[in-house]
Nanobody
Framework: QGQLVESGGGSVKAGDSLRLSCVVR????????MAWFRQAPEKDREFVAV????????HYADSVKGRVTISRDNAINTVWLQINSLKLEDTAVYYC????????????????????WGQGTQVIVSS
């Protein structure tokens, strides 16, 4: 299943930017598509962004499109999530996840598609 370790969360002000990192160990990283999900207090976990294994194709949730960028470096087994113009509603625990299932015309966005998960990193946005 591998080990996915997120970092970079913290307490920030609305309007700030944050870059989350996820380092992956024990998986053939370049064979996996990577995604970020988040879970806000008392809400279900939701999809945020996904990037294919080569880093060529990305897909974002409508709620974050234009403010968020997912990227990866296969040389160092790391995927990032850059979040700009943070909003109060971005407060959540952010998780990275990996899947080796095909990234076709319909990008993988469902939680059950992803087989490996990190423990999450907390982001708190205040006014």
């Amino acid at each position: 299943q591998g080990q996915l370790v997120e970092s970079g969360g913290g307490s920030v002000k609305a309007g700030d930017s944050l870059r989350l990192s996820c380092v992956v160990r024990g998986l053939a990283f370049s064979s996996y598509h990577m995604a970020w999900f988040r879970q806000a207090p008392e809400k279900d976990r939701e999809f945020v962004a996904v990037i294919n294994k080569h880093g060529e194709t990305t897909h974002y949730a409508d709620s974050v499109k234009g403010r968020v960028t997912i990227s990866r470096d296969n040389a160092i087994n790391t995927v990032w999530l850059q979040i700009n113009s943070l909003k109060l509603e971005d407060t959540a625990v952010y998780y990275c996840a990996a899947t080796s299932l095909p990234f076709g015309l319909i990008p993988p966005t469902l939680q059950q598609t992803f087989t490996s998960w990190g423990q999450g990193t907390q982001v708190i946005v205040s006014s």
